[in-house]
């Protein structure tokens, strides 16, 4: 079955620095989501990566999709407090169904 | 426009017993699926209700079950409840069965004892 990795499973990062996570399949992605959950809260969607190497930005994050469609990638420029939580890529599972990763989660050093 | 709205938001049961969870989806979407988030864990898939009908189901037991009613609001039901079971109960509803985003109400929080 489908296996969806997620590294690194933690990060801490001084503010300003960048940040990146990657999301790693052992199958052929359909598409993949990303969300966000900020400590105590739920998980927000992100964006939506469909085509072989797409590449999507909202204000300092990046969002890149795979040429094979097997890995994809959330990359944030100056991190700030704001960006604290923990990042989930979503792929659609064999089921059709969305699955989540294991998360990276980001904390800020001030 | 209202969002997902779960209940309650934290509950306490006793090992061998049963509870029910509540959703209202968001206006406009007709589909809820549910996950179970353990503490420190991505959400893992439980079901999916379209049209008041189970639409795909991930790796767990029939004492899961669930129910969605003509205004599409859900219930998800566990019986014979285990410590294991102590998660956060995530629903989630969109339009349809595809690919649309996920939008998740503020969970459940159940502990069980």
């Known amino acids: 079955g489908q296996q969806v990795m997620q590294i690194p499973q933690y990060q801490h990062v001084q503010e300003g620095e960048d940040f990146t996570t990657y999301c790693n399949s052992s199958?052929?992605?359909?598409?993949i989501q990303w969300y966000k959950q900020r400590p105590g809260g739920h998980p927000v969607f992100l964006i939506q990566l469909v085509k072989s190497g797409e590449v999507k930005k909202q204000k300092r994050l990046t969002f890149q999709f795979g040429e094979a469609k097997k890995n994809s990638s959330l990359h944030i420029t100056a991190t700030q407090t704001t960006d604290v939580g923990t990042y989930f890529c979503a792929p659609e599972g064999y089921n059709e169904k969305l699955t989540f990763g294991t998360g990276t989660r980001l904390t800020i050093i001030p | 426009e209202t969002g997902v709205t779960q209940s309650p938001t934290h509950l306490i049961k006793t090992r061998g017993q049963q509870v029910t969870l509540r959703c209202s989806s968001q206006s406009g979407h007709n589909t809820v699926s549910w996950y179970q988030q353990a503490l420190g864990q991505g959400p893992q898939f439980i079901f999916q209700?379209?049209?008041?009908?189970e639409n795909g189901r991930g790796n767990f037991p029939p004492r899961f079950s669930g129910l969605q009613f003509p205004n599409y609001s859900s219930e998800l039901n566990v019986n014979a409840l285990e410590l294991d079971d102590s998660a956060l109960y995530l629903c989630?509803?969109?339009w349809g069965t595809g690919d649309s985003p996920l939008h998740f109400g503020n969970g459940t929080r159940l502990t069980v004892t």
């Open positions: 989630a509803s969109t």
């Open positions: 199958t052929t992605l359909s598409n």
């Open positions: 209700y379209y049209r008041e009908e």
